[in-house]
Each structure stands twice: as structure tokens, then as C-alpha cells.
């Protein structure tokens, strides 16, 4: 068969690509070849564990692809041929493209040097619904899980299987939970809502070995402890998935995603990649980054899909800024580009400043909660650089705000003339408003 675009791959990325693709060029055959009959939202796997306690419940529907016109193959790509511009399935056929979008995502890791990490009840967090499935079925019969990893997935899973009734405990090998994102302030209060919930945490130890005859029985930490485990969750991140890539020849940076341009163009002018499979470079310095989200998948697959048949140097992907949010009951974290301690190590000068005010006014409101907003801001300039939320359900919403203002180089004194709109049942005060009250006081750490 033909196609003018074909993707592979139909997790955010993917669909992303294939829906603006054909917003974009109506007129235009979009193909989408997938290995899943049915695509799980990224974001929402670690509550099929406890809030919506179903799979079925996390499901990304095709009915927009579908109403577009978008065709949807259910098969596995198993080569690229550039030079024919063809690809060839699992199941035989060969789909000829005119532009090929990659969009493979990325797998998680399970260590080859871990002793035991194949035994019975020790499991990874994947996208893929049967695995998922049959992984939450054998949790049903299992109390105590170890998590290895308190990144935002493994935190996040052991607050929903806590939310359950399980006995559960994340091990960390860094000082602080959430450590990568967040300043240790943040990191530690998220930290204490987990414990006053019940989760145990162990933090800068390690895991040397999981113990068990043919199932998991504990889990050997670096310091000689033992925890009593029926299952283990390794949480430990994703790699980039690529083989079908690198065995078409195409390069790889020297973290082993895809190397890509600013349009998502790869070394061949009709292969765009995009996703968790592809490159990822720093918003503030450039640098390759080894980021992995589904908010970032989709604006690399707008930018791509944008520019597949005509180049748009106003519709470029300019780097990752790491926009990050997670709940823990009902206290939310958000962060977005660097916090103080990366900022300084990349070598900016940085003056820092917070304000915690209340997310509703009057603040006796039913569901008001506190608001903490900080700024990290060039000195030499007062560029917004980062920025860290802690607060209830706009937390989200606001940390998205603080990303705006990092991807428009907004100063913080763009910040404090900023107009915003106010109500008491849904924002702070205008006032009072964390975000503003935060930029005053880092222009006033600015004035010396």
C-alpha cells in the first residue's frame, strides 16, 4: 500500500503527529501503524492501581483519528528502507511512505546486572495494556511491594497501591525523593505527605540483589538490610526505544535517542522522529537532555507535523523546558526549568525568591489550600529561568504558566505587570497572587 505520511507509533506522539498532519494537509493519505490494539494515556497509568482501578478506564480513543480520516494499522514495523522509502510489517505488508514520522517511545529498564529481577512478581511499568493487566491482576493476592525508584511514576504508584490497603515501601538511592526536579524543600514535603500517608520510604541506599527461590521474597539493599517484599516494582526509568531506527541506519546521539534538527528531522530529509525515541536538548542550555514526557512528545509532534511539507522557522522546537507535576492526596507539586541547585551548576547566577499565599480568597473557602510559587532568575538580567509550584488543584495549571513564561523569555519584571483575571472561588487573590508576590520579591533581591 501507499501513504503520503506514514507514522509509527500511536501513543501521544503518534496520534499527536497524525492529527495535526492532517489538519494540516487535508488533502493528504495519514497512516498510522501501531503494535497496540488498544493505546494507554502515558500519564494515567499509575492510577489504574487505585483511583480508576481499571485499565479499561486509561484509554486513548481513536475516534478523533478516525473522524480526520486517519487510517490506523494494527502490525509491527520491522525495517525501513530509506533508499526505497518503504516500510515492511510484521505481518508481510509493505507500506510505501512519502514522509515517515518515528514516534517508537521507550521501554523500561530493568537492569542486566540486577540478580532476581526475573523472578515471579517482579514487574516494570510499561504502556502496554495486556502486560498492565495481567500485572495488576497478580497484584490483587500481594501486600507487601517494594518500588524501586521515587521518580514521579514510582511515587505516584505507591501512593495509589497505598490508597488500596498495601504495605508499601519506595527505596531511593539518591538523598531526596523526586530529587532531579525539584529543590530539596519541595522534594521534602512531598516527601512527609507521602510518609503522613502511610508510605515508607527509604532514601540514598540502593538495591544490590532481589532475593527469592522462584518468586520475590526480599529485596537486599546496599547496606546489608533486607525488606520483606511479594513484589518489587522497578521504577528505575525508560530508554529510548530505537532499534528499528538504528537498524536503518539512521544516527544516534550519545545517549541513544535519534538525533533530530529543530523541525524533528533526522540525518534523512523525509524521516522526522519524535517522542520518547528521539533527541532532547535543554530550553536554557543547549545541552543534550535525557527527558522523557508525553506534554513534550505532543509539541515535538505538532512542530514535526507542521513542517513535513514545508519548513516554518517560526514553528521550530527550541528545546525541552521539563515542565513536571504530580499529587500527592490533595497537595500538588509542580516544576518547571531548572530549580536553584541546576541552575548553579550549569553556572548561572541565580537569585532565588518564594511566596505562599492561598489559592482562593477569602482563604476559609472549603477547598482553599496554601500556594507556594518560586522563581529562579538570571541576575544578570532577571530572565525567568524556573520556576517551583506547591498548592492544590491549579497547581498544574500554573506550573503550565511558569513554562509560558520560560519559552517567551519573560523577565520578572514582565511578571509583575502582567494582568491577570481573578475569582474568589478560583484563584488567589489579585492582591495576594503567589506568582506576581514571588517576582516582587526577586526584583527586589535584584535591586540589592
Known amino acids: 500500500m501507499k501513504t503520503d505520511v506514514l507514522i509509527i507509533g500511536g501513543s501521544a506522539a503518534g496520534l499527536v503527529a497524525a492529527m495535526t498532519a492532517k489538519s494540516c494537509n487535508p488533502e493528504k493519505g495519514i497512516t498510522v501503524i501501531r503494535k497496540e490494539e488498544i493505546v494507554m494515556i502515558p500519564c494515567g497509568i499509575p492510577y489504574i492501581f487505585g483511583s480508576v482501578m481499571t485499565s479499561d478506564k486509561n484509554i486513548l480513543p481513536d475516534t478523533g483519528l478516525i473522524k480526520m480520516g486517519v487510517k490506523i494499522i494494527v502490525d509491527e514495523v520491522i525495517t525501513i528502507n530509506k533508499k526505497e522509502k518503504n516500510c515492511q510489517t510484521k505481518k508481510g505488508e509493505v507500506i510505501e511512505y512519502e514522509k515517515l514520522i518515528i514516534a517508537t517511545g521507550s521501554n523500561p529498564i530493568k537492569p542486566t546486572w540486577l540478580k532476581g529481577k526475573d523472578l515471579k512478581n517482579v514487574f516494570v511499568i510499561p504502556k502496554d495494556k495486556e502486560y498492565l493487566d495481567y500485572f495488576h491482576k497478580q497484584l490483587e493476592n500481594l501486600q507487601k511491594i517494594v518500588i524501586i525508584g521515587a521518580g514521579f511514576i514510582g511515587i505516584e504508584v505507591a501512593d495509589e497501591l497505598n490508597k488500596i490497603g498495601k504495605d508499601v515501601t519506595v527505596v531511593e538511592i539518591l538523598p531526596r525523593i523526586l530529587g532531579t526536579a525539584f529543590d530539596e524543600i519541595v522534594a521534602s514535603e512531598a516527601e512527609q505527605c507521602l510518609l503522613d500517608r502511610g508510605v515508607k520510604v527509604n532514601k540514598g541506599i540502593g538495591i544490590k540483589e532481589i532475593l527469592g527461590s522462584d518468586k520475590t521474597e526480599e529485596v537486599l539493599l546496599n547496606n546489608g538490610e533486607t525488606l520483606k517484599a511479594d513484589a518489587v516494582i522497578l521504577s528505575l526509568g525508560y530508554v529510548p526505544n530505537v532499534e528499528l531506527a538504528k537498524k536503518a541506519g539512521l544516527a544516534l546521539n550519545e545517549f541513544g535517542f535519534i538525533e533530530v534538527d529543530q523541525y524533528r528531522r533526522t540525518g534523512e530529509a523525509d524521516i522526522f522522529a519524535i517522542g520518547d525515541c528521539s533527541e532532547k536538548r535543554d530550553f536554557a542550555t543547549g545541552k543534550l537532555s535525557k ?49 536553584k541547585e541546576m541552575a548553579i551548576k550549569e553556572g548561572f547566577d541565580v537569585v532565588t525568591g518564594s511566596f505562599t499565599g492561598i489559592d482562593r480568597h477569602p482563604g476559609k473557602l472549603d477547598d482553599s489550600h496554601k500556594q507556594m510559587v518560586k522563581l529562579i532568575v538570571a541576575k544578570d538580567n532577571g530572565l525567568i529561568l524556573g520556576g517551583e509550584v506547591v498548592g492544590g488543584t491549579s497547581t498544574g495549571e500554573l506550573t503550565n504558566v511558569i513554562g509560558f513564561m520560560i519559552q517567551n523569555n519573560m523577565t520578572v519584571n514582565d511578571v509583575i505587570v502582567s494582568q491577570i483575571g481573578t475569582h474568589p472561588m478560583l484563584t488567589a487573590s489579585p492582591a495576594g497572587y503567589p506568582l506576581i508576590k514571588a517576582a516582587e520579591i526577586v526584583a527586589k533581591a535584584l535591586k540589592g
Open 291 to 339: 527527558t522523557m514526557l508525553a506534554s513534550t512528545a505532543c509539541a515535538e509532534a505538532r512542530v514535526a507535523a507542521m513542517n513535513l511539507c514545508k519548513l516554518s522557522t517560526v514553528k521550530t522546537f527550541r528545546g525541552t523546558i521539563g515542565i513536571y507535576f504530580t499529587a500527592i492526596g490533595d497537595t500538588a507539586f509542580g516544576v518547571a526549568g531548572l530549580n
